[in-house]
Each structure stands twice: as C-alpha cells, then as structure tokens.
C-alpha cells in the first residue's frame, strides 16, 4: 500500500519561507504525478500544485503562482514544495498526493498523506 507522510510544517512570520517534504513508500514513485492541496480551518481542500513523473512540467493555482515552487527527488521518492512570501492566507494543513495520471491537470488523486500544519502570523 502506499503511504505519504508530510514533513516541515511549522510557525513562521509573514514573508518567510519554509520547504514542505513529502516521503512516499509502497509504490513506484516515479510513475505517480505528485500533487499538493491545503485545507484551511472552516474551508474546502484546495489544490495548490502538481508535478509531472519526470519533474519536467508543473502546474500552480493563481494564488501561490510565483511564491511557491514544487519539486521532486525520484532517487529520494521524495516531492517538495518551497513556500516563499508567506501570507497569513497560507495557513492550514498541506497535504500531499499521488495519482497514476501522467497529466498534471489531473484531478484523480487517489492516496493522500495525513498532512503537515502551516501557520503564518502577521
């Protein structure tokens, strides 16, 4: 079975920055697209990021365009996503995925991690 655990969410200052890891096992890494989604108190998870199998293509919502960055380590089986600029905005819990798709437009993403906690304070 496949498992995904989040790492390197914490409390930061507006303006910061800080990297997310999501470690993946059970599966063949480099055949998933890899994806990130957020989920704020009172809100509907959204998706912030996805990242092709060869790392080559990418895709973000409007609103962390240019702020954060995805990345993947398939030696590692291991995908990122850089956070920089921080808003208050951004707080909530960052989950990562997988989905067999090859396309990054994918909306199929079928195993997710339990989620790491990203707060920003003003």
């Known amino acids: 079975q496949v498992q995904l655990v989040e790492s390197g969410g914490g409390l930061v200052q507006a303006g910061d920055s800080l990297r997310l890891s999501c470690a993946a096992s059970g599966g063949t890494f480099s055949s998933y697209t890899m994806g990130w989604f957020r989920q704020a108190p009172g809100k509907e998870r959204s998706f912030v990021a996805s990242i092709n199998r060869s790392g080559g293509t990418t895709y973000y919502e409007d609103s962390v365009k240019g702020r954060f960055a995805i990345s993947r380590d398939n030696a590692k089986n291991t995908v990122y996503l850089q956070m920089n600029s921080l808003k208050p905005e951004d707080t909530a819990v960052y989950y990562c995925?997988?989905?067999?798709?090859?396309?990054?437009?994918?909306?199929?993403?079928?195993?997710w991690g339990q989620g790491t906690q990203v707060t920003v304070y003003s």
């Open positions: 995925a997988e989905s067999l798709s090859a396309y990054v437009l994918t909306n199929a993403f079928t195993y």
